[in-house]
């Protein structure tokens, strides 16, 4: 009871501190793929330009970064989702947050390719929107001998896709900023794009918003 | 002499082998003295102690008396010890349950499997005690706290902070609740969300740039972002999130198994609309609004907020009549008060308080070995009177019934079986139906106008009359008393029985039903003893007047049967001879006994029976002497025949006729005609 008073001042000073400092443009990225093919060595080395050797699978991690956009100050909100998560509802959950998609495979693991045309779908259904800012991300290039993926396959499911397919290494940061950088114009284009149709967009959606609670 | 031996004897120095050296240095007859001496001292010792004895006696038992109800008292306090030592545990559990759950998180689960139930309903009466608006979240069964704690909301766009919450993770959901501000009583939050644990998704927020210690919730549409205070904190929300799904999922998987089809439905029912619920829940949401407000209004008065603590208080401190006028008043208050979910909320609030005060008082009034019955009725009638006014009249019947019940059969255990079984039987009626007529007068005191109540206690009566019965039927009619001494004790409780009907409850009937088949037996056996007993004498009967040799002789024995009521002197001739045969006199005396017994025992449903039996004993006498009338042998003992049957028809018949009269009964017609025997009998000696 006593201990209210003071947090609350402390509240009030951190609101304006956070206010002030942080820029307006955030791009959600998501991070997506099979469980070990390296997500979160991705997002690592682009957050902290370190490569961590050892594996503890991840249950749900967020990142916000500061980052220079071709001149322009956002943030970068990275979302590293786990690659076992069991339940499918918990994963829409976090697929709808997201506003770009990184879809991880390695390309020594033929499965964790398979399993891309899955996560695809889903994120499709969960955003119901074909033109979802996505990227088709083939890691693990460092150690192209043991490849089981070919650059071809891999190429011909992003032009399916209709989106771009890049090979990295976490290991040694090859178009680990790449990748992001890309999503993030991506996730920029597509939001411009939006907001020149918001208001008819908006109207209409609302509209049918309407009808559905009228039916009730 | 023995006064100086004694003092001798009892000097504490005293020195056996020196003494009696001295004593057989005098010779042998001052040693003969001595010792004639100490046989007397002997003697004059144990007289004396025995006569101390019986002086103390009274005070004996008075003593052993005072440390049996002693010992009761120091039973009781050692309860009420024990009972507060739990209060105090009880009470320091509320204030530090907050603490607790998150210091304990996961060592709480052992005692949850102690007592899941016990633990989950005190977990969420505190849940209803600290949030604002959360009664459904607590009214569903098996919810359990797992965890909580305070956050601070964060914008998960800005992360600018937004407010201060507190946590609840339960074990399907978690609950988010704000503080209230300037809050009054014992809320302290106001319940903002709950989110199922299924479908939600929680993110660690790594610390990159200003904040710290930070989380997401996902749940679409809504995504939450909390912070804690310390890493530490936080890894506890994120192991306790992680942990519970799992559980949960587990648990769910389960349940799915164990009803595979149920599931499905359900699933598909819930793919089929997930928008419309939503949309139903913030439909309702508004209709809602309004009333709230009123409500909370409503219920905003200084003694409402405080009300819950004060009706712990009053527990505690076992000021029961305190407690219920409280319960009183607010409920008198609340029925004026609008509808609404806050006053729904108030309502559980106070629910929980009267269910723990109900608890409290029956606990009261429970019968346990190790709690002395020496309250008394005085004692219970406290209790239950608080219960009546909480409109718990039926337990509080119940529970009554129940204390009386275990007091008559400590009071019944309390009495010895000793000497004559009409003595114990005595005791017992005496024990029994004061017990009886205190509880039915306590009972009207108790229960006044709560007239479904007394068809409680006449259902108890009989009841326990059943069990008197019982032990009555062991002492009286197993133990082969004889009839005399089973029709004095069926009077006895017969008559208490009659007492009892002055206050109104009249077991008189039940009793006579309860005991009827077993007096029907006795008496059969009793009469067909006799008819036995008839004809064995009947076989050897010689038809002899008595002589008594003497005239002194023969007028004892007058005065001897006059004490039964018969006056013999007419049948006295020539000084010491009696007309009357041994047998006949027997007959005499044992026909009045059994007429006597018969007729104690006497209810008009057994009234056919008995005179019955008495019918047929006197049947095998007359049989008797018809059989001696038509005999050859006996052609000369005529008149003296004619003479016992005379007696016996006339005399000893007018005598039962008396036992009939005296007790207003009709003589019975089977009797009447037995009488009108004797001219039939007449006739056939003339003949």
């Known amino acids: 009871m006593s201990s209210s008073t003071p947090s609350c001042f402390l509240l009030n000073t951190a609101m304006s501190k956070a206010k002030t400092q942080q820029p307006a443009v955030i791009h959600k990225v998501i991070m997506v793929g099979s469980g070990g093919v390296g997500k979160s060595a991705l997002t690592l080395q682009f957050m902290y330009d370190e490569f961590v050797e050892d594996y503890e699978p991840t249950k749900a991690d967020s990142y916000r970064k500061k980052v220079v956009l071709d001149g322009e100050e956002v943030q970068i909100d990275i979302l590293d989702t786990a690659g076992q998560e069991d339940y499918a509802a918990i994963r829409d959950n976090y697929f709808r947050s997201g506003e770009g998609f990184l879809c991880v495979f390695s390309i020594k693991e033929q499965e964790s390719f398979q399993a891309t045309q899955d996560f695809r779908e889903q994120i499709l259904r969960v955003k119901n929107d074909e033109n979802i800012p996505f990227l088709l991300v083939g890691n693990m290039v460092d150690l192209a001998e043991q490849r089981q993926v070919s650059v071809d396959e891999a190429t011909k499911r992003a032009q399916e896709w209709k989106v771009s397919y890049v090979e990295t290494s976490a290991k040694t940061r090859a178009n680990v900023d790449k990748v992001f950088y890309d999503l993030m114009r991506e996730i920029r284009s597509r939001k411009m794009e939006a907001s020149r149709q918001n208001n008819g967009k908006q109207k209409k959606k609302k509209d049918s918003r309407k009808k559905k609670c009228v039916i009730l | ?687």
């Not at chain 2, 608080?386 to 009554?400: E, K, M, N, P, T």
Request: charged residues 30%.
């Open chain 2, 1 to 687: 002499m023995a006064d100086g031996l004694a003092r001798i004897l009892s000097k504490p120095k005293f020195d056996a082998e020196t003494f009696i050296a001295k004593l057989s240095g005098d010779g042998e007859d001052a040693l003969l003295d001595m010792k004639a001496n100490v046989h007397m001292l002997n003697d004059e010792t144990a007289k004396a102690l025995k006569q101390n004895v019986y002086k103390n006696y009274s005070q004996f038992i008075e003593t052993a008396r005072e440390i049996s109800i002693l010992e009761g008292e120091m039973y009781q306090l050692n309860h009420m010890l024990n009972e507060q030592k739990s209060l105090m545990g009880s009470m320091m559990e509320m204030s530090l349950v907050s603490d607790r759950a998150v210091v304990e998180g996961p060592k709480g689960e052992e005692d949850q499997k102690e007592s899941p139930e016990e633990e989950t309903r005190r977990n969420l009466a505190f849940l209803l005690e600290r949030v604002e608006g959360c009664s459904n979240v607590a009214e569903v069964p098996g919810r359990q706290l797992v965890h909580d704690g305070d956050l601070v909301e964060l914008d998960a766009e800005s992360h600018t902070q937004l407010q201060r919450v507190h946590a609840f993770l339960l074990n399907d959901s978690l609950m988010i609740a704000t503080w209230i501000p300037n809050r009054r009583g014992p809320m302290r939050y106001r319940f903002v969300g709950l989110y199922e644990l299924d479908g939600l998704a929680v993110v660690n927020v790594r610390d990159t740039g200003p904040v710290k210690n930070g989380f997401k919730i996902l749940m679409f549409p809504e995504s939450h972002m909390y912070q804690t205070d310390t890493a530490k904190a936080k890894r506890q929300w994120l192991d306790a999130l992680e942990d519970t799904k799992k559980k949960k999922a587990s648990r769910d998987k389960q349940k799915k198994e164990a009803a595979m089809r149920l599931a499905e439905q359900q699933l598909q029912a819930a793919l089929a609309s997930p928008g419309e619920a939503d949309m139903s829940k913030s439909f309702t949401d508004d209709v809602e609004e309004e009333p709230v407000a009123m409500d909370r209004d409503f219920l905003q008065a200084d003694w409402l907020e405080e009300l819950p603590e004060d009706l712990d208080m009053y527990i505690a401190q076992r000021n029961f009549e305190g407690a219920v006028d409280q319960v009183e008043k607010v409920n008198e208050y609340l029925t004026e008060c609008p509808k609404g979910p806050a006053l729904k909320e108030f309502r559980a609030r106070i629910e929980h308080r009267v269910k723990q005060l109900t608890d409290g008082l029956m606990n009261e009034l429970q019968v346990s070995p190790e709690r002395s019955l020496r309250g008394g009725p005085r004692a219970a009638r406290r209790a239950v009177t608080q219960l009546i006014r909480l409109g718990r009249s039926a337990q509080a019947c119940d529970l009554f019934l129940r204390n009386r019940s275990a007091i008559i059969k400590y009071n019944i255990r309390q009495l010895k079986f000793e000497g004559a079984t009409t003595l114990y039987i005595r005791c017992l009626c005496g024990v029994f139906f004061s017990s009886l007529s205190d509880t039915a007068k306590e009972f009207i005191k108790a229960f006044p106008g709560h007239h479904g109540c007394f068809s409680a206690f006449v259902i108890w009566s009989k009841q326990e009359l059943q069990s008197f019965v019982s032990i009555f039927r062991r002492q009286v009619f197993e133990s082969k008393a004889s009839l005399s001494t089973i029709a004095d004790c069926v009077q006895l409780a017969k008559r208490h029985c009659q007492e009892l009907s002055s206050i109104g409850l009249d077991l008189e009937f039940s009793l006579a039903t309860l005991l009827d088949t077993a007096i029907q037996q006795v008496v059969e056996e009793t009469r067909d003893q006799i008819t036995e007993g008839i004809k064995y004498r009947a076989a050897d009967d010689l038809w002899r007047p008595m002589n008594h040799l003497s005239q002194a002789d023969c007028d004892k024995y007058v005065a001897d049967i006059a004490a039964t009521g018969f006056d013999i002197r007419p049948y006295v001739y020539d000084k010491c001879f009696v007309m009357l045969t041994m047998n006949s006199i027997q007959f005499a005396k044992i026909c009045v006994t059994f007429s006597d017994d018969l007729l104690k025992l006497y209810t008009v449903e057994l009234e056919d029976f008995i005179a019955d039996s008495l019918s047929s004993v006197y049947k095998s006498q007359v049989a008797h002497i018809e059989q001696s009338l038509k005999s050859e042998r006996l052609n000369k003992e005529h008149s003296l025949i004619l003479k016992n049957a005379q007696f016996l028809l006339e005399v000893v018949m007018a005598r039962v006729e008396s036992f009939y009269s005296d007790r207003q009964v009709p003589f019975p017609a089977q009797l009447q005609a037995i009488n009108a025997h004797f001219r039939k009998l007449k006739a056939m000696a003339n003949k």
